[in-house]
């Protein structure tokens, strides 16, 4: 599987941005899709997920302002965030859990920078 996010910028607190994930992938099943954040020195938090069957789940911190969802179509995973807060500053990865011949595997896309400004 391989992941592309794409969609970062620098934007003023307040604003939105929309994040892509595109997936390609070759005889593997995706079972979910991911977005995590990384802060400057911290550690790599999930912030929004999408299991194959259309159940979300969010982190109680991006609750009501990040949206995920996917065009199944395209293999696109989008993260639409809203009323961004300078907290909310970070490299936005989109993360794959897939299986394969009864394997659990894990892929990672390259991140996008999204920074917010006060």
């Known amino acids: 599987v391989q992941l592309q996010a794409s969609g970062g910028g620098l934007v003023q607190a307040g604003e939105s941005l929309t994040l892509s994930c595109s997936a390609s992938r070759k005889m593997v099943t995706i079972n979910a899709i991911n977005w995590y954040r990384q802060r400057p020195g911290e550690q790599r938090d999930l912030v929004a997920h999408i299991a194959n069957g259309g159940r979300t789940n969010y982190a109680d911190s991006v609750k009501g302002r990040l949206t995920i969802s996917r065009d199944s179509a395209k293999n696109i995973v989008y993260l639409q965030m809203n009323n961004l807060k300078p907290e909310d500053t970070a490299v936005y990865y989109c993360?794959?859990?897939?299986?394969?011949?009864?394997?659990?595997?894990?892929?990672w896309g390259q991140g996008t920078l999204v920074t917010v400004s006060s």
């Open positions: 993360n794959a859990d897939a299986s394969w011949m009864g394997s659990d595997l894990v892929f």
